[in-house]
Structures are given as structure tokens and as C-alpha cells.
Antibody
């Protein structure tokens, strides 16, 4: 079972950049496709974007102009940056892994709550 | 964007009952439909992949069927531990999307 662990600030001010990291100990980060998914309080799941095994990225049009997903292979981590945040970006953010792009999400982190507030 | 619509939104059921949750896609997605279970304060867990393929470690009372635009998750002989919200997810085309969820309450 692949373990994933999100980390990052739990509170971000409006208009600033939300930055989260997902660490994947014990697994080759280049062997999987990695996604960020969020869940607003009491709401459903929204796919934000992914970094495929080939190194390409795809983003949800709902956040495409504000998001970057990147990888640091030396640390076995991948990251999410979401700029110009508003209260609507308040959510539990999950990192998730699949064997390849366009596959189900086999592995999930425990999730981290990020609140956007001044 | 492909919209996934689940029904019902909420269902109250008794143990040992058979439960059926449906997921309808706004356009054909072949078999690229997956089901997840999310319990309170937990992350989602993959239950069924590609409409009907079982997942190791998932109880056999969970099964899936369908293709194209109409899909079904069936729970045979519901157990108390199945109280959760269930989501469908399509990986046929970008952006990947999820259904709105079906919350199962155990009486």
C-alpha cells in the first residue's frame, strides 16, 4: 500500500498562494500519476489536476489559471500551488495516486484542511 | 465537462438490506467509472474500478455494473460499517469528475 502524507499551512490569507506538499515514502514517485483533489466543507469531491508518470500536467479549467502542480524527485514529493485564493478555496485537500493518468485513484492521503481567511 | 449524477442523494437503510446506488453520466464514458466509499473524517477508499472490477481487500458484498452512461453500485446484505457516503468518478475525459455523493444512513 502506497502511503501519502500532505503537509502545509492550515490557514492562508485571501489573495495569497496556497502551497501544499505530498510526500510519498517508500514508493517511486516517477512510477505513478499524482493528483490533487479537494472537498469543500460538507460538499463533494473536485479534481484539481494531476502530474502524470510522463511528467505532463493537466488541470481543471475551474482553477487552471491559478494552479501549478510540480514534483521534486530528490525528496519523493509533489506539490500544489494555488494562487489568488478566496474563501471559496477553503477545503480539505487530498493528494492521491493512480497507476497512470486516466486511472482510478488507488491511494489517498489523509487530507489536510486549508482555510482561507484574514 | 462530464457531469455525473447520482441517485439517491440520501438513503436510510437497515442491516442486511440490499442497496443500489446509480450514477448517470452526461455522455458515454465506456467503462471508465469508479466507485469510492468515504466515511466521516476519512479519505475516500476505492471500492470498484472500471464499472465492475473488484478491488483487493474490499468485501465481496460490493459489486458494480454498467457501461456507457448508466452505472450501478450494489451492496448485498448491508452491514453497519457500510454507513458512509459513496461517490462515483469518471476517468474517461478531462477534467475528471465525481458524482455529488450518496449518503447511506444505517437505521
Amino acid at each position: 500500500q502506497v502511503q501519502l502524507q500532505e503537509s502545509g499551512p492550515g490557514l492562508v490569507k485571501p489573495s495569497e498562494t496556497l502551497s501544499l506538499t505530498c510526500t510519498v515514502p517508500g514508493a517511486s514517485i516517477t512510477s505513478y500519476s499524482w493528483s490533487w483533489i479537494r472537498q469543500s466543507p460538507g460538499k463533494g469531491l473536485e479534481w484539481i489536476g494531476h502530474l502524470s508518470n510522463s511528467g505532463s500536467t493537466n488541470y481543471n479549467p475551474s482553477v487552471k489559471s491559478r494552479v501549478i502542480i510540480s514534483v521534486d524527485t530528490s525528496k519523493n514529493q509533489f506539490s500544489l500551488q494555488l494562487s489568488s485564493v478566496t474563501a471559496a478555496d477553503t477545503a480539505v485537500y487530498y493528494c492521491a495516486g493512480s497507476n497512470a493518468a486516466a486511472r482510478p485513484f488507488d491511494h489517498w492521503g489523509q487530507g489536510t484542511l486549508v482555510t482561507v481567511s484574514s | 465537462e462530464i457531469v455525473l449524477t447520482q441517485s439517491p442523494d440520501f438513503q436510510s437503510v437497515t442491516p442486511k438490506e440490499k442497496v443500489t446506488i446509480t450514477c448517470r453520466a452526461s455522455q458515454s464514458i465506456g467503462s471508465s467509472l469508479h466507485w469510492y466509499q468515504q466515511k466521516p473524517d476519512q479519505s475516500p477508499r476505492l471500492l470498484i474500478k472500471y464499472a465492475s472490477q473488484s478491488i483487493s481487500g474490499v468485501p465481496s458484498r460490493f459489486s458494480g455494473s454498467g457501461s456507457g452512461t448508466d452505472f450501478t453500485l450494489t451492496i448485498d446484505s448491508l452491514e453497519a460499517e457500510d454507513a458512509a457516503t459513496y461517490y462515483c468518478h469518471q476517468s474517461s475525459s478531462l477534467p475528471y469528475t465525481f458524482g455529488q455523493g450518496t449518503k447511506l444512513d444505517i437505521k
